[in-house]
């Protein structure tokens, strides 16, 4: 028999999600912007998704108990947040 991961439900979890639910609902609404309008509003796109990819790895690692791309997520959104600063400065 598999052994079931038990998961305390508690104001950091729920956060945490919210959080993720919200960050997503605004990287949706970023790249409806980014689509339509054009470059504008490249860079809070991809800041935004950089942010939403970290809490991700966050929730992966502390509310649903898993490993697989927990790396992966954390990796993915650093590299878009470091991306998304060098671009708004002008480096890129």
Known sequence: M???KNTKINEFNILGVN????LTIIVV??????????????NL?????GLDLII????NIKVFKKQGLTIVYFAS???????????????L
């Open 2 to 4: 598999e052994k079931k």
């Open 19 to 22: 959080i993720q639910i919200v």
């Open 29 to 42: 609404i970023f790249g409806l912007l980014y689509l339509i309008v054009g470059s504008k509003f490249r």
């Open 45 to 49: 796109f991809y800041l935004f998704i």
């Open 56 to 59: 991700m790895g966050y929730n």
């Open 77 to 91: 959104g650093i590299a878009l947040i470091i991306y998304t600063i060098l671009a708004m400065i002008g480096v």
